[in-house]
C-alpha cells in the first residue's frame, strides 16, 4: 500500500479506536455521573456499580490503545495534542486514576468514610473525563493556535548545530476552553449528556425491580435532551468547521440515531434504544474525524500550519508492520470482549448483591 | 527548577511508583492461577482458600498498578513531547502492541475471573486467569522492548529529511539482546516479589497460629501456601541472579558509561575489582572517588567472564564521547545514584533470601514452625523486595544519563540514533505547568499509597476466608450448569 492508503487506513482506524472507547465507556461513565441522582440506598449505588463491574476495565483499554496508536502511527499528533491540551490532559488523568482503584476499593472496606470517598473518586472520576474529552475533540474539529516552532536538536558543544521546525500548540489554558467560540465547551456538555442517556438507557436495560423503573424515566428524559443538545452541535459543527460535505450523511445519521433512541427509550424498548444510542455515538465520532479529514489537528492562524495525516506520520514501515498487528488482533479482541457481555448479559437486581464484602476477620482481629 | 528538572523528577516519580506495585501484580497473578489449578485438579480446599486470600490482595494491587499505568501511555506527550517526535515511529509501535495485544486481554478475562465464579465452567474461569497471567507478562515484554530500544537502539536509522529516527526493522527491535536479557531479569524479579510476599504472608500466619496452639490450621492452609512462594523464590532467584549476570555482560559492551558509573571507576583498569563501599563528593566529581572496599577481579569477571578484561573509566569515556558528540555535555550519569542503586538492588533482596533458607529449613518434611526469628524476617523481607525492583531501575534509567536514547556504539548499530534527555522534554510546556502536575500527582499519589497499604494490611490481618466455599464454587461443566438467578454475586464490587 503506498504510504498515503497507509495514513488514510490509520486514521480510520484511530477513528475506530476512540469510537469503541467512547460508545463503551460512555455508558459506564453514564452509570458513574448517574450515582449521585439515582439510587435511594447503598445496595441500589452497588447494583449500578456491579452493573458495570466486569466491563469498565476492558472498555477503558480502548483509550490506551487509542493514545498508544497515535502515538506509533502519528507521533507528531501525539506529542503537539498532549502537550499542547497539557492542563485538560492532567485533570483526565488524575480523574480516570482516582475512578480505577474506587472501583475496585469502594467496598473493600465497610466504614462510611472510607465508601464516601471512594464514591466520590467514581462520581468525579466519571463526570470530569465525560465533559473534557468532548472540550477536547471541540478543539480538534474547532482548530487550536498551531505555529512553528524551531528548537534546536544537536547537542551542545556539537560540531554545527542543528534546529527542527515542528508544529505545535502555541495557545494557552482559557484558549482550549474557548475554541470555536464556546462551541468546544457545547462539545464538552454533548459528550456529558449523550453518556447521561447512554448510561440510564444501559441501566434500564441492566438492572431489575424499583432501580429499573427510575432508570428509566430518566432514561427517556435524557435521551430527549441529548436529542436536542446534539440536533445544535451537529448543525454547528456541519456550518462552520467541517472541511467535508459528506459528513452530512454522517450528521443525519446520528440525527436519526438520537430520534431513535429517545423514541425506543419512550416507548420501553431499551435494548433497542441502547443500540441506537451506540449508533449515534459512532455517527458523532465519523462526524468529528470527517470533519477534519485530512487534518488531525488544524490551525486557527494558518491552514499552512495545520498537522494533517502527511506531515503528522510514522514512515510508511512503520504503518505497513502496525497494520497487520492491528488485523490479526482487533477481531480477536471484538469477539472476547463480546463474549463477556454475553457471559454478563443477565439483568442485576437488589437480591443479587452479597452482604459483605469486607474483609470478615474470622480468623483473627489482626497480626498483631 | 526548570521544566526539564521537573519533568524528570516527574517521570522518575510517577514511574517508580508504578512499578512498585508491578511486579507483584505480574508475579502474583501467575502464583494465583497456580494455586487455582492445584485447586482444580486436586480439589483440596485450602487451594481454593489461598486462591480467594491471595486473589482479592490481587486485585487491591491491580487496580492501583492499572491506575498508574495510564499515566505511563500520556507523559510521553505531555511532559516528553520532542521525545516523542524523535523516536515515535520505533518507540509507539510497542506502546500500541502492548495495549492491542495484552491490556486488552487483562482488562477484560479480569473482568471475567473477578465476576465469573458462579458464571463460568470451572475449566474456563481457571482458563481466564491464566490468560491474565499471561497477558501481563507479555505486557512486561512489549515495555521493556521499548526501554531497550533505549537503552541500546536497533533496528532504526535516522533520517535527515524528517529529523527523526525510523524504523526499518521491526523484527529487530523486538529481539534486541537488551531486552531478550531483561524480560527474564524483570519478570524473574517479578516471580521473586510475588514469591516472597506469599512466602512471608504465609509465614505470619503459620507462626501466629502454631503460637495460638492451632498447628493442624497451620500445617493445612498455610504451610502450602508458604513452600509455593519458596518454589517462586528459589527458581526466580536462580534466573534473577543468571540474567543479571547477562546483562552486565550487555551494558560492559553497549552502555560502558553505565558499567564504569555503577563502579565508579574512573580511570581505565584491567582485573576491576568489585567495590562493596566507595564514597566521593556528591557534585560527581570523578577526581573525588575513593574506593575503601574491594572484592578483587569482579567485575572484570562480571562483564566479560574473565579477570583480565579491561573497563574503561568515566574520565576516558567522557573524552571519547567530546570528541564524538559534542564537548558542552557531561556524560558521566550521576556517579552516587547509579553506584548506590546498583548495590542496593542486590542488597534488598537478603532478607527474601534469608526468609526462604529459613523457612526452607524449618518447614521441612511436613514441619510448622514459631521459631521467634520468622516474624521479623518476614516482616523486613516485605518491603525490601519491591524497593530491590525500585533501585534496579532507578540504576537502569540514571546510569543511561545523560541520554534519553543511549547512542548505540557497534560501529554497523543505528549509530545517528541518539538524543539527550535535555533535547527530549517538551519546549512548548511550562515550567509552572510541570510544577502542577508534579505536585498533584504526587498528592494523590501519595493519597493512594496511604489507601493502598491500609487495604493490604487489613486484607493480609484478615486471613483465609472460610465462609462462602460452597456457594462459591464455580458452576462445574456439562448438565445442571444453570444457576440460580437469585444467588448473590461473588467478588461483587
Known sequence: MSHETLQILWFVLIAVLWTGYLVLEGFDFGVGMLLPFLPRDERERRVMINTVGPVWDGNEVWLLTAGGATFAAFPEWYATLFSGAYLPLLLILLALIARVVSFEWRGKISTPRWQRSFYWGLVLGSWVPAVLWGVAFGNLVAGLKISPVTSTVSNPGAAQDITRTTLQYTGGFFDLLSAGHGFALLTGVLTATVFLAHGAIFLSLKTAGDLQSRAAVLAKRLSLGALGVGAVWAIWLQLAFSRNAWTWAALVLAALALAAAAWFAWVGAHGRAFAASAVAIVAAVVLIFGAMFPDVMPSTIDPAYSLTIHNASSSAYTLTMMSWVALILTPLVLAYQAWTYWVFRKRIGVHHIPEQVDVTFENAPSLR | ?493
Not at chain 2, 574506593?291 to 579477570?307: E, F, G, K, M, R
Not at chain 2, 555535555?329 to 542496593?344: C, E, K, M, Q
Open chain 2, 1 to 493: 527548577m526548570d521544566a526539564l528538572t521537573l519533568a524528570r523528577w516527574q517521570f522518575g516519580i510517577t514511574t517508580v511508583y508504578h512499578f512498585i506495585f508491578v511486579p507483584l501484580t505480574i508475579g502474583l497473578s501467575t502464583l494465583v492461577a497456580i494455586m487455582q489449578t492445584l485447586w482444580v485438579r486436586s480439589g483440596k480446599t485450602e487451594w481454593l482458600r489461598l486462591t480467594k486470600y491471595f486473589g482479592k490482595l490481587l486485585l487491591i494491587n491491580f487496580a492501583i498498578g492499572v491506575a498508574t499505568g495510564i499515566v505511563q501511555e500520556f507523559q510521553f506527550g505531555m511532559n516528553w513531547s520532542e521525545y516523542s517526535r524523535f523516536v515515535g515511529d520505533i518507540f509507539g509501535a510497542p506502546l500500541a502492541m502492548e495495549a492491542l495485544a495484552a491490556f486488552f486481554i487483562e482488562s477484560t478475562f479480569l473482568g471475567l475471573w473477578i465476576f465469573g465464579w458462579d458464571k463460568l465452567p470451572k475449566r474456563v474461569h481457571l482458563a481466564t486467569i491464566w490468560l491474565v497471567a499471561g497477558s501481563t507478562t507479555l505486557s512486561a515484554f512489549f515495555i521493556l522492548s521499548a526501554n531497550s530500544w533505549m537503552q541500546h537502539p536497533v533496528g532504526a536509522t535516522f533520517n535527515p529529511a524528517t529529523g527523526r529516527a525510523e524504523m526499518h526493522d521491526l523484527g529487530a527491535v523486538v529481539t534486541n539482546p537488551t531486552v531478550l536479557a531483561a524480560f527474564p531479569h524483570t519478570i524473574a524479579a517479578a516471580f521473586l516479589t510475588a514469591g516472597t510476599f506469599v512466602a512471608a504472608v504465609c509465614t505470619l500466619w503459620m507462626v501466629r497460629l502454631v503460637r495460638r496452639g492451632d498447628t493442624d490450621r497451620a500445617r493445612a492452609v498455610y504451610r502450602p501456601g508458604l513452600r509455593l512462594g519458596l518454589v517462586a523464590i528459589v527458581i526466580s532467584g536462580i534466573v534473577v541472579a543468571g540474567s543479571g549476570h547477562w546483562q552486565a555482560q550487555l551494558m560492559f559492551r553497549q552502555q560502558p558509561m553505565k558499567m564504569a558509573a555503577a563502579e565508579g571507576l574512573v580511570n581505565t583498569e584491567t582485573r576491576v575489582p568489585l567495590s562493596l563501599l566507595t564514597v566521593g563528593s556528591l557534585n560527581n566529581d570523578p577526581a573525588s572517588v575513593q574506593h575503601l572496599v574491594q572484592i578483587p577481579c569482579l567485575t572484570s569477571i562480571l562483564a566479560d567472564n574473565t579477570c583480565n578484561s579491561t573497563l574503561k573509566g568515566v574520565a576516558d569515556l567522557q573524552k571519547q564521547y567530546e570528541q564524538k558528540y559534542g564537548t558542552g555535555v557531561d556524560y558521566i550519569p550521576n556517579l552516587a545514584v547509579t553506584y548506590w542503586s546498583f548495590r542496593l538492588m542486590m542488597a534488598f533482596a537478603a532478607f527474601a533470601a534469608l526468609l526462604a533458607l529459613m523457612t526452607l529449613w524449618l518447614t521441612r518434611k511436613g514441619r510448622v514452625s514459631d521459631n521467634v526469628w520468622l516474624r521479623p524476617v518476614a516482616i523486613a523481607a516485605l518491603p525490601t523486595i519491591f524497593l530491590a525492583s525500585s533501585a534496579g531501575w532507578i540504576f537502569t534509567e540514571m546510569g543511561r544519563q545523560p541520554w534519553v536514547v543511549a547512542p548505540n556504539p557497534n560501529p554497523e548499530g543505528a549509530d545517528m540514533v541518539w538524543q539527550l534527555t535535555m533535547r527530549g522534554v517538551s519546549t512548548q510546556v511550562s515550567a509552572g505547568s510541570v510544577v502542577t502536575s508534579l505536585v498533584l500527582f504526587t498528592l494523590l499519589y501519595g493519597v493512594l499509597a496511604v489507601a493502598w497499604y491500609r487495604l493490604m494490611r487489613r486484607y493480609v490481618a484478615g486471613g483465609v476466608d472460610d465462609a462462602g466455599l460452597g456457594a462459591d464454587t464455580p458452576a462445574d461443566g456439562g448438565e445442571g450448569t444453570t444457576t440460580d438467578v437469585d444467588r448473590p454475586l461473588s467478588f461483587a464490587y
